[in-house]
């Protein structure tokens, strides 16, 4: 595990946390596609001794597409500032991964209210919602991928997200605003990574694992060496992705040319003093950086030292 990139240091948080958290996320073998297995009691319906969680459901605009959205909010009181919070995409694989062990660490510090926004159903992942959910419209010729799914309702789900979802959760608890963030993998990074290019301000701190940047997707790291320093001081942007060496990149989603130029643009955006990250686990495949990245982003925005960002970025 290398970190290329990286905008801020982070003292307080071991080395041996940050193990036990990855032993504790991801098995040794990978796997080229999800486990599809339908999914059995998560620590909501568990109980935990350190957060207690309730469950929301909404809908799309169009109704095919039904969420089901838990929310985490610690025991420990909020700190003046109120909570930090994180959103999770694919809510129901990172519920499945939220264990009591996790959370007692993230209680012991600062820690963040959890929402996992999922599907209404069994299954780890709703495979043709999220596809539709997490892709940008980038080009009018391509509406689906690889596998026959719709594409391109990113701008859609964002509306939802933002205009609902997050005032619906968020109603009656003490938020920290400066403090939001968005966390995805694969369909879910790439979302991440377009939220964080968009006009969008609601979200502060920003994390996308392997996003899935073949084909049409690509666009994004040309768009990310385009933007002004001025309109992203505000905003962290943490990149983490797996077998990322060019030429031998048989486990990632992502051409390797394409991991090159990525890490090179957020290369010279970290030189500017813009706040940005890249990490790479080379010995981790796409799909396992799901599981590695999920405890390192909860403990990144429970980190006191993110409490400012301009101070990077004057």
């Given at each position: 595990?290398s970190?290329?990139?990286?905008s801020?240091?982070?003292?307080r ?5 940050i193990a036990f958290f990855?032993?504790?996320f991801?098995t040794?073998n990978?796997y080229?596609?999800p ?6 009691p998560n ?15 909404f809908d ?10 838990w929310?985490?909010?610690p025991?420990?009181?909020?700190p003046p ?10 809510g129901?694989?990172?519920?499945d991964?939220?264990s ?7 209680s ?5 209210i959890?929402?996992a ?5 069994p299954?780890?992942f709703?495979?043709?919602?999220r596809?539709?959910?997490?892709t940008p419209?980038?080009?009018?010729s ?5 596998h026959?799914r ?8 964002r509306?939802?997200l ?5 005032p ?11 403090k939001?963030?968005l966390w ?6 790439v979302?991440?990574l377009?939220?964080y ?7 502060s ?6 996003p899935?940047l073949n084909?049409?997707?690509?666009v ?6 385009e933007?002004?320093?001025?309109d992203f ?16 990149n048989?486990k990632?989603?992502?051409?390797p040319?394409v ?14 003093g813009l706040?940005v990250s890249?990490w790479?686990?080379p010995?981790?495949?796409h799909?396992?950086m799901?599981n590695a990245?999920l405890?390192?982003?909860?403990l ?15």
């Amino acid at each position: 595990m290398s970190n290329l990139l990286s905008s801020r240091k982070y003292p307080r948080i071991a080395p041996l946390l940050i193990a036990f958290f990855l032993t504790l996320f991801y098995t040794v073998n990978g796997y080229a596609r999800p486990d599809m297995t339908p999914l059995g009691p998560n620590i909501a319906d568990k109980g935990s001794a350190y957060y207690h969680f309730s469950v929301s459901t909404f809908d799309s605009a169009d109704g095919r597409r039904h969420y089901k959205v838990w929310t985490g909010v610690p025991d420990k009181s909020a700190p003046p500032s109120g909570y930090p919070v994180l959103y999770l995409l694919d809510g129901n694989a990172a519920m499945d991964k939220l264990s009591e062990p996790v959370l007692k660490q993230l209680s012991a510090g600062t820690p963040p209210i959890i929402v996992a926004v999922g599907y209404q159903t069994p299954l780890p992942f709703e495979v043709n919602a999220r596809a539709y959910d997490y892709t940008p419209p980038v080009r009018e010729s391509h509406h689906q991928d690889l596998h026959g799914r719709e594409n391109g309702g990113a701008q859609v789900f964002r509306h939802l997200l933002e205009k609902t979802i997050v005032p619906g959760v968020e109603k009656g608890l003490k938020i920290d605003p400066a403090k939001r963030g968005l966390w995805g993998h694969s369909y879910g990074g790439v979302f991440v990574l377009d939220t964080y290019l968009s006009s969008s301000s609601l979200f502060s701190r920003y994390y996308s694992t392997s996003p899935s940047l073949n084909r049409d997707y690509a666009v994004l790291v040309d768009r990310l060496g385009e933007i002004k320093k001025a309109d992203f001081c505000n905003k962290s942007l943490s990149l983490y992705e797996g077998d990322d060496t060019p030429g031998k990149n048989i486990k990632s989603e992502t051409a390797p040319e394409v991991l090159l130029k990525l890490r090179n643009t957020l290369a010279a955006l970290h030189n500017q003093g813009l706040p940005v990250s890249y990490w790479s686990d080379p010995l981790l495949s796409h799909g396992q950086m799901f599981n590695a990245s999920l405890p390192r982003a909860l403990l990144n925005i429970a980190a006191e030292q993110q409490s400012n960002l301009k101070s990077t970025c004057p």
